[in-house]
């Protein structure tokens, strides 16, 4: 059972990095440093957003955008590092 836990703690680890790669990434297009011509940017682009979006959109649909910042990232950020705190303290520590 161990491992089940220490497999859902390297996703969630993973999908944490995908989420901040993902802002990052779009900084990055949004103050023109890179292109999404380019193929590759456009392809991790594309499935980045392809990953994040589903939670970042039910997040946005209860709490909007507030002064034109978007938060979702933020809160999915701190949601993700709550669970694994939950998982490690209880689960895999325990």
Known sequence: MLAVWQLL??????????????VI?????????????????YMVGDFLY???????KRIRSVIPPIGGMDLSPLILLLALF???SLIRNNFILG
């Open 9 to 22: 703690d390297t996703v969630l680890g993973l999908y944490t990095a995908a989420v901040v790669i993902s």
């Open 82 to 84: 709550f669970v694994r």
């Open 50 to 56: 392809r990953i994040t979006e589903p939670l970042l």
């Open 25 to 41: 990434l779009t900084w990055l297009v949004q103050f023109n440093v890179v292109n999404t011509s380019n193929q590759l940017v």
